[in-house]
């Protein structure tokens, strides 16, 4: 994240802090504040600048810490004016929060709304298990969910700031070319494929489930807008396997950057209920759809891999592809039928939920 935290210091990070606690405050205040305040600056380097292009031997430790010294901008005029500079811990903090929830915000509701407004099948809202209100309440709980997981990722980052991750910048010889950059993409994939498997299998066990994952699993028929609908814990577990990578392998920085992107667009996407693809491999929106009508299957996010191994996996239904039947009455009371039995042994014979048809019943 240190390349988009430059970019927001570059152009408004400096001057803000600098307005908000210039260094001459340090006069003004009593010492223990100013100590707090400074707590995890680099303060014997501060004043430090590249521009003569000289970096004492002495530093060399400190070039993969953000905001030490500049990356991929120049030393802006306020770069060391203020009391909490670039490298400042509760700056980064306070930017990171800020920076990563109106990102989080922006993505989930551009990429949800393109995707409710060209592709998403509305018929789905006459589903006997749509819920009351259903998209008003997946809005919500995202919308209040987002910060609370960008809080919890926050130390994350810090790692990743302080120089403790894998994440490098040049692509020459020494870091293995193109040919390397190419080779994360995947084994990206597969790795957090694997690690989100075993979460997502974890958070249905029973207690975990009722306590965590429920919340997630109130959307029994999806929209666009259920695809960050979780528990902020909930959320927030199921990505780590992302933060883990760059700790475990080498990764390059505009590739976390993309994939950081991609996965947020995938999740929307295997929530959208558009059915374009039934790729045995490829764990997809009919796949994901499985597992909120039947629960306990397909737990993956990209593959099928480890459902097959983890023996969960579930074949989505052949009629979910089929245009005049996918939404007949007929198919949709023959999934309640079948959810309802799975629903009853997770979840007890109580239901929570209003639906708009009303009682099963009557959906029935």
Not at 12 to 34: C, E, K, M, V
Not at 127 to 132: A, D, E, F, T, V
Not at 284 to 295: R, S, V
């Amino acid at each position: 994240m240190d390349l988009v935290l430059e970019v927001f210091d570059y152009a408004i990070g400096d001057s803000l802090y600098t307005r908000l606690f210039p260094t001459a405050l340090q006069s003004t205040i009593p010492p223990t504040i100013a100590r707090t305040l400074k707590f995890g600056n680099y303060s014997d380097y501060a004043q430090l600048s590249v521009s003569n292009g000289v970096m004492l031997d002495t530093n060399a430790a400190l070039k993969d810490v953000y905001g030490v010294f500049p990356n991929i901008l120049p030393e802006s005029a306020q770069m060391y004016a203020s009391l909490l500079p670039r490298h400042n811990i509760i700056r980064q903090c306070l930017s990171l929060f800020v920076i990563m929830t109106v990102f989080g915000w922006l993505l989930y509701f551009s990429v949800a709304w393109i995707s409710y407004m060209t592709i998403f099948d509305r018929t789905i809202f006459n589903h006997p298990r749509y819920l009351k209100n259903q998209m008003r309440l997946e809005i919500h709980q995202a919308a209040t969910s987002i910060p609370v997981m960008v809080l919890l990722t926050v130390p994350w980052f810090l790692l990743e700031l302080r120089g403790y991750s894998k994440l490098y910048m040049n692509i020459d010889e020494s870091t293995g070319g193109w040919k390397a950059v190419l080779f994360q993409l995947p084994c990206f994939i597969m790795f957090t494929d694997c690690g989100i498997y075993f979460i997502h299998r974890w958070l249905h066990w029973p207690r975990v489930y009722k306590m965590l994952h429920k919340p997630h699993h109130k959307w029994i028929v999806c929209t666009p807008f259920a695809s960050h609908a979780f528990h902020p814990v909930d959320g927030y577990a199921q990505s780590l396997p992302y933060h883990w990578f760059p700790f475990v392998f080498p990764l390059h920085k505009v590739a976390y950057l993309f994939l950081f992107t991609f996965v947020n667009f995938w999740t929307v996407m295997i929530h959208d209920g558009a059915y374009f693809s039934n790729d045995p491999f490829v764990n997809g929106t009919a796949c994901h759809t499985i597992h909120h009508l039947y629960f306990n299957y397909n737990y993956g996010q990209f593959t099928t891999l480890w459902d097959r191994l983890g023996n969960s996996y579930r074949r989505p239904d052949d009629n979910l592809f089929d245009r005049s039947t996918k939404d007949s009455k007929q198919v949709w009371n023959d999934q309640v039928k079948k959810m309802e039995e799975i629903r009853g042994a997770l979840e007890g014979n109580a239901d929570d939920r209003t639906y708009v048809g009303g009682s099963d019943k009557k959906n029935m």
